[in-house]
Structures are given as structure tokens and as C-alpha cells.
Nanobody
Framework: QVQPVESGGGSVQAGGSLRLSCATS????????MGWFRQFPGKEREGVAV???????NYADAVKGRFTLSRDNAKNTLYLQMNSLKSDDTAMYYC???????????????????????WGQGTQVTVSS
């Protein structure tokens, strides 16, 4: 079973930026909805942003206007550019793939972690105020 591999997490001051990367296999990258999720200590995992094979995206309200999701088809890699970071963004960030191919990227369900089956190990993002 192929798993995504995240990188790019770290510590940054509030107002700063980070770019997370998610490397996947070619097969998983080409045909399935992919996305980023995050988990705060003691809380359930929640959706951050998702993208479909056509490049259409959907963002959680908390990150709209600050985070940008993109993909590099040549590298089978997903990126999450995070700008204007806040202390509230401190969490473990996970990349996930293998959601149902019929899932509409624009739907609320697309940001539901339960729709995804292949998960990376996560990368920690810490924002200090």
C-alpha cells in the first residue's frame, strides 16, 4: 500500500509562511482527490484543503485567503503554501489520498477525513505568537 510522504513542517512566528509538500505515487496522484488535513491536540482531524485531478480546490473557511493548494503533475507532488500563519494553525498536518473518485471536490464531504484511505505520517507545524 502506497502512502503519501509529507515534508516542510517546522516552527515559524505568527505572520510567517511555510510550504508543505506531499509526495505520492504516480497512480495515486493522477486519479484521486487529494488533500491536506490537520489535527489539534485532543481534537478530531479536520479538513484544510482538497484538490481534484483537474486542479479544482476547496478550502476550509479558517484558511481561505491564507493557504493555497497546488499540484505539480510532473513530480506527483502536492503543495500547501501557508501564509499569514496564526498560532491557531499550530497542528499536525497530514496529506491524504484515495478518496472516492466520484466525490465532488466542492462539497463539504470532500473535506471530511473519513472519505480518505491513504494517509501520510504527518508533519508538525508550530506557529508562535
Amino acid at each position: 500500500q502506497v502512502q503519501p510522504v509529507e515534508s516542510g513542517g517546522g516552527s515559524v512566528q505568527a505572520g510567517g509562511s511555510l510550504r508543505l509538500s506531499c509526495a505520492t505515487s504516480g497512480y495515486m496522484y493522477a486519479y484521486y482527490l487529494m488533500g491536506w488535513f490537520r489535527q489539534f491536540p485532543g481534537k478530531e482531524r479536520e479538513g484544510v484543503a482538497v484538490i481534484d485531478s483537474d486542479g479544482s480546490t476547496n478550502y476550509a473557511d479558517a484558511v481561505k485567503g491564507r493557504f493555497t493548494l497546488s499540484r505539480d503533475n510532473a513530480k506527483n507532488t502536492l503543495y500547501l503554501q501557508m501564509n499569514s500563519l496564526k498560532s491557531d494553525d499550530t497542528a499536525m498536518y497530514y496529506c491524504a489520498t484515495n478518496a472516492p473518485s466520484t466525490l465532488d471536490v466542492g462539497s463539504a464531504l470532500a473535506l471530511d477525513p473519513a472519505q480518505f484511505n491513504h494517509w501520510g505520517q504527518g508533519t508538525q507545524v508550530t506557529v508562535s505568537s
